[in-house]
Nanobody, 119 residues
Framework: QVQLVESGGGLVQAGGSLRLSCADS????????MGWYRQAPGKERELVAT???????YYADSVKGRFAISRDNAKNTVDLQMNILKPEDTAVYYC?????????????WGQGTQVTVSS
């Protein structure tokens, strides 16, 4: 059974850095996509960054040039290096992964980790 476990959230001042990590040590198969979403209070969950098993990356415009996603397919881990953090980056960050079996797409979520950026 898939279990995505996140770590690395916390409180940081504006301009600082944090690194989020997510790992699934239970499964032996590879995910199609692994990435990060975030949800700020009163807002919808939004995609931050994702990386395919082939290495293609996607970043939300708001984080381009500041965040970097990395992934280890063999270990089923995905990290998010967040630099030059801004107060508007404050949110709960969720690890996300998916795989497709036949015509069915399975989506998995971590429990979320809080990132708070003070001004």
């Amino acid at each position: 059974q898939v279990q995505l476990v996140e770590s690395g959230g916390g409180l940081v001042q504006a301009g600082g850095s944090l690194r989020l990590s997510c790992a699934d040590s239970r499964t032996t198969f590879s995910f199609n996509n692994m990435g990060w979403y975030r949800q700020a209070p009163g807002k919808e969950r939004e995609l931050v960054a994702t990386k395919t098993s082939g290495g293609t990356t996607y970043y939300a415009d708001s984080v381009k040039g500041r965040f970097a996603i990395s992934r280890d397919n063999a270990k089923n881990t995905v990290d998010l290096q967040m630099n030059i953090l801004k107060p508007e980056d404050t949110a709960v960050y969720y690890c996300n992964a998916d795989r497709t079996l036949g015509v069915t797409k399975y989506i998995y979520w971590g429990q979320g980790t809080q990132v708070t950026v003070s001004s």
